[in-house]
């Protein structure tokens, strides 16, 4: 029997064995972590938020993690119109944060499928990006996580925003 994904055949048609090959090829992210968020935006996001820090923080992992799903998911049905709302909301929320390259990477799905639409095509071309997506957003959740820790050790520079 050939190699299953989320209980689904692995063939080169499926759209999903094809998101899972790219996402082995790219499990490990190319940036140095420091790279993934810029601390000064995360430090100003921290103290504009106050005491909610923690609990928004909680709803970007709660909706990043649907979104992604989701994401995901419109890739495999070929739906150009339900990647746009989850890419969205991944963009908009990771910069709040200060995570530049996750939001950029989702922007440029959000407008990709956006494109899609109006030329009613469906964006195939994506599918590196949306591969890239999940290990991106986990590391990035890991980084954001571990900063907002009360337990972890943070460095002087970090605390200070820099």
Not at 42 to 60: D, E, M, N, S, W
Request: charged share 30%.
């Amino acid at each position: 029997m050939g190699a299953r994904y989320r209980g689904k055949a692995a063939s080169p048609v499926n759209p999903l064995f094809t998101l899972w090959r790219y996402a082995i090829q790219v499990d490990t992210i190319d940036s140095r972590d420091e790279e993934l968020v810029d601390w000064k935006v995360h430090a100003r996001t921290r103290t504009q938020l106050g005491p909610a820090f923690v609990r928004i923080l909680g709803y970007l992992r709660e909706d990043g993690d649907k979104s992604v799903e989701r994401i995901e998911d419109a890739m495999h049905r070929k739906d150009a119109t339900g990647l746009v709302l989850p890419a969205h909301t991944v963009k908009t929320e990771a910069r709040q944060f200060g995570a530049e390259p996750l939001g950029a990477l989702a922007e440029e799905i959000e407008f990709a499928a956006r494109r899609a639409i109006e030329g009613h095509y469906f964006p195939d071309d994506l599918v590196p990006q949306v591969a890239r997506l999940r290990p991106l957003y986990a590391r990035t959740i890991e980084l954001l996580e571990r900063d907002a820790n009360p337990l972890c050790q943070r460095t002087p520079a970090r605390a200070a925003g820099a």
